[in-house]
T-cell receptor, first 113, second 114 residues
Framework: GDSVTQMEGPVTLSEEAFLTINCTYT??????LFWYVQYPGEGLQLLLK?????DKGSNKGFEATYRKETTSFHLEKGSVQVSDSAVYFC????????????FGTGTSLTVIP | EAGVAQSPRYKIIEKRQSVAFWCNPI?????LYWYQQILGQGPKLLIQ????????DSQLPKDRFSAERLKGVDSTLKIQPAKLEDSAVYLC????????????FGPGTRLLVL
């Protein structure tokens, strides 16, 4: 079945460091891929998405490229800020399996000044 | 635009008791989702509604969980009777027909079963 695997956390970085959070997926067809972010005390928010292979999603300095050959959608940011501290979830949605969203387990990021 | 509203925000009950959660989606959003998020895990879909019809409830434990969206707007999720393993955050989300891939989440209801 469909599934998403993300790198284990927690991740702690210094401000202005480079961030990579790995995400790989298993799907039977051609899913859309997403990154959601959950700031402390808030609900999940869509951060970025990509709907087909080689698409790059970007938002707030974060980027992720849909790589079909490696079934990956790694999240990157060149220079993190304290305000980026949150839990990040990778997710997929595949239209030919009922449109259900599948989420990874989440990666907690803490950025220290 | 108002976001997805959920209530209550927190609930503590004893096992075998009943509990109900309420969700009001963003106005005009046809699709409504209920997720269960256990601590340290990602959200797991329990049920998905399209207007007032059920699209997917394959992961809903139907012996104890029920959900309805009678008028195609707000929705209620009920657990009866609750078990210890039901302790989790229950998230409601909605999406529009124009942009079905983009879900908007509510703040969640944190349930603790003692």
């Amino acid at each position: 079945g469909d599934s998403v695997t993300q790198m284990e956390g927690p991740v702690t970085l210094s401000e202005e460091a480079f961030l990579t959070i790995n995400c790989t997926y298993t799907a039977t067809g051609y899913p859309s891929l997403f990154w959601y972010v959950q700031y402390p005390g808030e609900g999940l928010q869509l951060l970025l998405k990509a709907t087909k292979a080689d698409d790059k999603g970007s938002n707030k300095g974060f980027e992720a490229t849909y790589r079909k050959e490696t079934t990956s959608f790694h999240l990157e940011k060149g220079s993190v800020q304290v305000s980026d501290s949150a839990v990040y979830f990778c997710a997929l949605r595949e239209w030919n399996t009922g449109n259900q969203f599948y989420f990874g387990t989440g990666t907690s990021l803490t950025v220290i000044p | 635009e108002a976001g997805v509203a959920q209530s209550p925000r927190y609930k503590i009950i004893e096992k075998r008791q009943s509990v109900a959660f309420w969700c009001n989606p963003i106005s005009g959003h046809a699709t409504l989702y209920w997720y269960q998020q256990i601590l340290g895990q990602g959200p797991k879909l329990l049920i998905q509604f399209q207007n007032n019809g059920v699209v997917d409830d394959s992961q809903l434990p139907k012996d104890r969980f029920s959900a309805e969206r009678l008028k195609g707007v707000d929705s209620t999720l009920k657990i009866q009777p609750a078990k210890l393993e039901d302790s989790a955050v229950y998230l409601c989300a909605s999406s529009s027909s124009l942009s079905p891939e983009t879900q908007y989440f509510g703040p969640g209801t944190r349930l603790l079963v003692l």
